[in-house]
């Protein structure tokens, strides 16, 4: 699911998704959830975040932490001819621990198969007895 679980409105939703897949999936079928960890805060200047780099754009966010949410500002520069332009873009993303993801799919009734770090995203692979 790449990283938008954590674009779900409400830890209940996550919930829910949980369930309705484990309510449709055959036996032995795999669930793969990978997504941002923003339960830790971070400070400081650790909040500004490299996201991508080329010629012709630049692209860094800005974390600001809430007690359930991450507000996410995109900062966007882009080149085009001699002149560069900026663009900006706000939005929350729900802050999710890896072990209530894990938690709450074993509720579900998954059988956890991994849960550990993938690059930069924390990943959870989960079967249907």
């Known amino acids: 699911m ?4 954590t674009h779900l409105p409400h830890h209940a939703d996550v919930e829910t998704l949980c369930f309705d897949v484990f309510s449709i999936m055959r036996p032995r079928g795999l669930f793969a959830l990978t997504f941002r960890d923003f339960s830790q805060e971070v400070t400081g200047l650790d909040r500004i975040i490299r996201v991508n780099s080329d010629n012709d754009r630049i692209m860094t ?9 991450v507000v ?3 900062l966007i520069y882009e080149r085009a001819d001699a002149a560069w332009s900026l663009q900006k873009h706000s939005y929350k ?14 509720q579900a009734g998954f ?9 930069q995203l924390h990943a959870i692979v989960a079967a249907r007895p």
């Open 72 to 74: 996410v500002t995109d």
């Open 61 to 69: 966010c800005l974390l600001d932490y809430e007690p359930n949410h």
């Open 93 to 106: 993303k729900l802050r999710i621990a890896p072990s209530f993801v894990a938690e709450t799919m074993t």
């Open 111 to 119: 059988v956890i198969e991994r849960n550990g770090n993938v690059g």
């Open 2 to 5: 790449g990283d938008t679980l």
